[in-house]
Each structure stands twice: as structure tokens, then as C-alpha cells.
């Protein structure tokens, strides 16, 4: 691997990240990856237990596994891995989406996870379709828990899901919980009054590299493993050439960089958010 910026954010160093989908890991083979510009090896010791060197040092880092992948922290945690309260739900497949590298940096990954804005146009038949192309105002807040969450969002789509059998309006809530995870919770086509969740914990690797970790809590009614896969494997293929051709790589924080538009609120909410936390890995900070 080539050499990369390290990062020198307290609230990333100090957090946990993804590393690893667990399925991709093998006793025969030590796995190499980067986090936060860190080259890192992953040794499974026997049938459970994994121990991550850092490269340059060879210290061990901390590691632990959860909702089927292995997580690090290069610091000191301060605080726990995010909760997925779905994943207790016994009527639910609990599934790893695949681990997608994308050339961009992963706050731009994170931010066009928030985007409704391009699904008739990228995920044209599927997420959207002309002439349904209109955003309409959602809300979004800062809640008592430091997340971002944006509510009543809506859209029209044609393939909402892999049971979906008809086009419908769908219900979004989209809430950013970390610099670099993210939820979306949708309406189910089948049990219309739950929804299901996907929750993109993005692999800082460098300041223009990432990894997308999706994990997958849908309903069991009417869907199979396979195709919830292959449903997310391909809507994620449909975004990765419009992410890798973003210029700059790395997201603007100054307001003045991108100009907004309505649609973009929780986009907006979610650069001074960053700004607030003096989260520049991945970012061009804003100007002084």
C-alpha cells in the first residue's frame, strides 16, 4: 500500500470502525487493510479469536467483533459500538451487505447515502424514475443524543425493495449516528407499518479511500438472504462510479465550497455538524 495522511482527530482515533467483513477473514491467510491511513494486519488465532498489528509498529490494536465484521480503534475507546436495537428482532435476517472499496473520500460516501435527490437518475427504474424526481421538504435535527436525524422524508419508488411488487411512495428516516455511520430506515413493502434498516459503517482507509460496510436488518416476510444482497450489491454498483467521479475527493466543510439547494438539508446539517466536532480526515476543512 501506498503512504497515507494520518489522522489526527480525537473523536475518530478514539472511536470504533469497521475493518472487516468476518466472512472475508481466513486462518490460513493474514488479511491486510488501512484505517485512518494505518496499514493493518488481521491474524485469526483459532476459530475465534482475532488479533489486528499495526503494520508500523507492530502494536496490537484494539479489536472486537459485531454484527458479522470485525471493528478497531487505534486510540482509546471512549465510547461503545453503535447500537442496532433491529438486530434483536428475531423476524429479522441480520446480513453483512459486502464490503465495497469506493476512490472517494467516506464523508462523501456518507453524505450521498443521504441523497434523495439522485435516485431517479441513478437508480433509475429502481429507487426512481421521471417523472417523480421532486424532493419534497423533510425535517431535520440535532437530537439530545448528538445524532442527525431527518424525518418525513418521502419518494416514489418504482423497486423499493427486493419484495417489492409495485411501485409506492416510501417512507425514509435517515439518521447519522457517527462522522462515518449512517442509517436508513424504509418502509417494508410487505408490513407497510415497519420499516426495514440498513446501517453503512464506512472503513475510513485514507482521506480519499473508504470501504462501505452495509448491514442489513429486513423483515424475513416474503424475502430471502440472496436477494436482499444482491438488491443492495446492486444499488451500490449503480453509485460508485457517480461517488469515484466527485471532485474534490475529499468533502468541502466551507459553506461557500458547494452550493445547496433544498433537498440538501440534511447534507448541510450534516458538513456543520462535522465542522462542529473538528472532524477534518476526509474533509477540506472550511476557511477561517
Not at 475465534?48 to 486510540?75: H, I, M, P, Q, S
Not at 443524543?145 to 428516516?173: H, M, N, R, W
Request: charged share 25%; proline share 6%.
Amino acid at each position: 500500500m501506498s503512504i497515507a495522511a494520518l489522522c489526527s482527530d480525537r473523536v475518530l482515533l478514539n472511536d470504533w470502525h469497521v475493518i472487516a467483513d468476518l466472512t472475508n477473514l481466513s486462518a490460513h491467510e493474514p488479511f491486510q487493510t488501512r484505517l485512518l491511513g494505518v496499514d493493518l494486519t488481521v491474524y485469526c488465532r483459532g476459530r475465534y479469536n482475532k488479533e489486528v498489528l499495526r503494520n508500523d509498529t507492530g502494536a496490537l490494536v484494539n479489536a472486537t467483533k459485531r454484527y458479522g465484521f470485525l471493528w478497531a480503534c487505534l486510540g482509546k475507546p471512549e465510547r461503545d459500538i453503535v447500537f442496532v436495537p433491529e438486530a434483536e428482532e428475531e423476524d429479522r435476517y441480520l446480513l453483512t451487505g459486502g464490503s465495497i472499496a469506493v476512490k472517494v473520500s467516506g464523508l462523501r460516501t456518507v453524505e450521498n447515502f443521504l441523497d434523495m435527490g439522485h435516485f431517479p437518475f441513478v437508480h433509475t427504474g429502481w429507487l426512481g424514475e421521471e417523472p417523480h424526481t421532486e424532493v419534497a421538504p423533510y425535517k431535520v435535527e440535532l437530537t439530545a443524543a448528538d445524532e442527525l436525524v431527518a424525518t418525513e422524508c418521502k419518494f416514489y419508488q418504482p423497486v423499493a425493495s427486493p419484495t417489492a411488487k409495485e411501485g409506492f411512495v416510501v417512507d425514509y428516516i435517515y439518521k447519522v449516528i457517527r462522522p462515518y455511520t449512517v442509517a436508513l430506515y424504509k418502509s417494508n413493502p410487505v408490513q407497510k407499518e415497519r420499516l426495514d434498516v440498513i446501517t453503512l459503517f464506512v472503513q475510513p482507509v485514507d482521506e480519499e479511500n473508504c470501504v462501505a460496510h452495509p448491514f442489513l436488518c429486513y423483515l424475513k416476510d416474503g424475502s430471502d438472504e440472496a436477494g436482499i444482497r444482491n438488491f443492495m450489491q446492486l444499488i451500490f454498483a449503480q453509485d460508485k462510479p457517480i461517488l469515484e467521479n466527485q471532485l474534490p475527493k475529499r468533502l468541502p466543510l466551507d459553506p461557500r465550497a458547494e452550493t445547496p439547494i433544498r433537498a440538501d438539508a440534511v447534507a448541510v446539517l450534516y458538513r456543520r455538524w462535522l465542522r462542529d466536532k473538528s472532524v477534518t480526515y476526509g474533509a477540506i476543512p472550511a476557511r477561517m
